[in-house]
């Protein structure tokens, strides 16, 4: 039966450009909305009861991050993208959720955009789109659904472990990025694992009929996660070569460290793919040898029954001048005759291993 197919694009048909229109499926009953306000020494976490609540952190001297998860609540994204003039098409791109990973430069701030992504509890990789907007003190964040990877993060900011308190927003992009970038990993690990048990069942013989519906799952989530990581190079590149003063020549080793880790990413996303284009091939050359055993055996038993099979036809012609027909014991020097033959072919292929 083949998949229900949804075409996100069809809502975005007929707009104009800058229309801010969710293309997503989630839709959550309330809109979450989270602050962190700190500076060295002290920190602020609060749950925001409306997005107007965030609009007294733009004018802070310490470093502001608000996450909004609800990207289906569009009026109330346009409310905070005006007050911190977001680009119409930024708005857009942010409830688009069909977007490629990319960064975008306008003269305030940095606009990101990621994919985050993990398995839910039915082993399904899920992708779902993170953005971010870099400003001079303040990190906004827009999820489409609550859930995320970013709880090391918010702990670093609550308890001021590491550099986190001592560094501006640009740092704290980075550690958002990063949280998302070391959770491939464990993505990568469990794809890694589900393709080298499926390649030991292979060995062993033990595949079913649904092995070629599981290899192509397979290569869908290896796609999936390739169209997600591939990007983000060519987007760490322009971090690094773009000079901003948003982000910091201190901070950009940090982002270089990101770099290095998508890099390893990339290398075992191409060894996976590999692997699973080879499974393919293991499996159907497992099926043919299956059927050449079959064959073989059907080969050897009609290699036995043709001998048989002459001699019975040649005693049933019922001609009357055949001398065996009236021998006493004709019948029973036939039976042994076929039967001498029976057993001598049955140890000349079991001498030959074809048994």
Not at 136 to 163: C, H, M
Request: aromatic share 12%; with cysteine; glycine share 4%.
């Amino acid at each position: 039966m083949p998949r229900k197919r949804v075409y996100r694009s069809k809502k975005k048909l007929g707009q104009a450009p800058g229309s801010v229109v969710y293309t997503g499926e989630r839709s959550k009953p309330k809109l979450v909305l989270e602050a962190f306000d700190y500076t060295k020494q002290s920190c602020t976490e609060k749950e925001l009861q409306n997005i107007e609540e965030s609009f007294e952190f733009k004018q802070t001297a310490s470093v502001t991050w608000i996450n909004v998860n609800g990207l289906n609540y569009v009026s109330e994204i346009e409310k905070l993208g005006q007050h911190y003039e977001l680009h119409p098409l930024v708005l857009e791109d942010i409830v688009n959720i069909a977007q490629r990973p990319k960064i975008d430069e306008y003269e305030n701030y940095l606009f990101i955009v990621l994919k985050m992504l993990y398995y839910d509890k039915s082993q399904n990789i899920v992708s779902e789109q993170v953005s971010f907007v870099l400003g001079k003190n303040y990190v906004l964040s827009f999820q489409e659904a609550e859930g995320d990877v970013f709880d090391t993060v918010r702990d670093r900011i609550r308890y001021a472990k590491g550099r986190v308190r001592n560094m501006q927003s640009d740092y704290l992009l980075y550690t958002l990025i990063d949280a998302i970038v070391d959770h491939y990993f464990g993505v990568i690990e469990i794809l890694g694992d589900k393709i080298e048990d499926f390649e030991t069942e292979i060995f062993a013989g033990n595949v079913n009929e649904d092995a070629s519906r599981n290899i192509q799952e397979l290569k869908r989530e290896i796609l999936r996660v390739r169209r997600a990581i591939f990007p983000l190079r060519e987007m760490l590149n322009r971090i690094d070569k773009n000079e901003t003063a948003l982000i910091q020549r201190k901070t950009l080793t940090y982002y270089r460290d990101i770099y290095d880790h998508l890099i390893q990413v990339s290398e075992n996303i191409d060894i996976y793919r590999e692997m699973i284009w080879s499974l393919m091939d293991m499996y159907m050359t497992s099926i043919s040898n299956k059927m050449n055993e079959v064959m073989k055996v059907l080969t050897i038993m009609a290699s036995i029954f043709i001998p048989l099979t002459f001699i019975a036809g040649v005693y049933g012609m019922n001609f009357q001048n055949m001398p065996e027909l009236h021998y006493k014991y004709g019948y029973h020097t036939v039976w042994a005759v076929m039967v001498l033959i029976f057993v001598a072919l049955l140890y000349y292929f079991k001498r030959k291993k074809w048994l």
